[in-house]
């Protein structure tokens, strides 16, 4: 139950960013792990920048939607208030 609680806070604590703040800093930790070629410019190793926000922008939302699954899954304090923050992340993602 500890561990429950430990988890529960650390939510809230994260949740203190705003969500557009929330959504730069999801993107941001995403793009070390994207790949940012098209086409053929893997074979002249030139990445193109908007393709590596693209990707990193995907992968920040599929990771959200996994958080949203998952808070149906486990008992906070707020679910719908956890919820909402986190769909407003989400269209923050998509805004930036």
């Known amino acids: 139950m ?5 988890q529960t806070t650390k939510v809230k604590d994260m949740t203190q960013q705003t969500p557009k703040e929330k959504a730069q800093e999801l993107i941001e930790k995403f793009k070390d792990y994207v790949h940012g070629y098209i086409g053929s410019s893997m074979l002249t190793n030139h990445e193109y ?26 008992e906070f304090e707020s679910p719908n208030e956890q919820w909402d923050y986190w769909n407003e992340v989400k269209i923050e993602v998509d805004n930036l």
């Open 49 to 74: 920048p908007e393709q590596i926000l693209s990707q990193a922008k995907k992968v920040s939302l599929i990771a959200i939607d996994e958080i949203c699954e998952a808070i149906n899954w486990h």
């Open 2 to 6: 500890a561990a429950l609680t430990n």
